[in-house]
């Protein structure tokens, strides 16, 4: 099981702010994670960014043994 | 010295600085950023991740104050909803000499706009719309990419 | 908005930083510049031609406010006898964005090193000593000359 | 009648921080004046520097008019 949470427009597009899922072994990466998960507004994956345990990786970066994966729209603090 | 901050409550630039005062520097730099009146926002948020916020910052922090040899660093961030005019961010560097205070104070709050996890939504006449990244805020943080 | 003080009284850089708020601004940048302890200096005397300091901080923070389109510039130098870790000078620029702001704030506090008529004597060991000039802050001030 | 001031170790080694001179014609400059005064504490032209009416100039600028003539080392604030 891994908890995959959302922020900002994407958080609004999934329509909650965090879900557990257990993916099946073909999914690998950040980005296999996301199609996996089908929700429409992350689709365009070039608009999204990502952090595996709380720490920001690319869209390949493989999931495994992650408790937490993020997926978020890029930032704009400060 | 080093000094991290994500927070709901309003943000004392005063009272920020006295964190730098008696370490023995003789420059301190600072940066604040406010929410703008100029351009008809009514109400800014400012949503996070906590946690992950807090680790990003501390990493910049870090990284200045062993880049610029700094006495002092501060970054807070204000979160949730604020008014125009009202702090948004401060970041401090305090150094031997002005130019590594200087410098070292531009790329704070350079890389925190790229490297830490907050998301802007402006309202408008109570409409709320998510900020967009800038490229000008990516080549801002790319300038302080080191030379391998 | 340009404020420029010189005075002897101790400089309180929170009550000197209210000056900037709201202007409507997005980017404060500041400096201060604190007497140093780490070289065993017991006192710092700063002497100044009064009159055409003031007439130079001002020329200054004019330059400043029309180079960087800046919304208010302050000056602030203290001058007389002061202790190790009291302020010695605070410049800060308020501009609608972060780079002009920090490069204001910058180009105030090198150019204010050699433009301006104060000259720093330091005790040590009840010894007083006139500081000379670093050609490192000649050559800092020179980088903002415009080319022709 | 020029009134010329001194700061910092210039005002020290000349003994004094204002006087009140009366230059002959032949002394046209800055550096005219400084020689004409003939402080021993003047001699090295080239660690001084001027101001006249208040407004910095360099040591070959005419004081023709001028009612205060400012002598002073590199300044050293900030």
Request: net charge negative; charged share 25%; aromatic share 8%.
């Amino acid at each position: 099981m891994v908890d995959v949470v959302y922020f900002a427009w994407v958080r609004e597009g999934v329509g909650k702010a965090q879900e557990s899922v257990d993916p099946p072994a073909e999914v690998v990466t950040v980005a296999d994670l996301i199609d996996w998960l089908g929700h429409e507004v992350l689709r365009d994956k070039t608009r999204l960014r990502a952090a595996v345990d709380q720490l920001f990786v690319p869209l390949d970066a493989p999931i495994a043994g992650a408790r937490e994966v993020a997926i978020f729209p890029p930032v704009t603090g400060g | 010295m080093i000094r991290i901050r994500v927070s709901d409550a309003p943000l004392n630039v005063a009272a920020e600085t006295v964190a730098l005062d008696g370490l023995g520097g003789g420059a301190v730099a600072t940066f604040t950023g406010l929410v703008r009146s100029d351009d008809g926002v009514d109400e800014l948020l400012l949503e996070h991740y906590p946690g992950a916020t807090e680790a990003a910052l501390e990493k910049l922090a870090w990284e200045a104050v062993e880049r610029w040899t700094l006495v002092g660093a501060i970054v807070v961030h204000r979160v949730g909803a604020m008014k125009p005019g009202e702090p948004i961010v401060f970041v401090a560097a305090c150094a031997a000499h002005r130019a590594p205070a200087l410098e070292a104070c531009s790329f704070l709050i350079d890389r925190l706009k790229t490297d830490a996890p907050f998301w802007k939504r402006e309202v408008r006449g109570g409409e709320a719309r998510w900020v967009g990244q800038r490229s000008s805020d990516r080549d801002a943080a790319d300038k302080w990419a080191k030379p391998n």
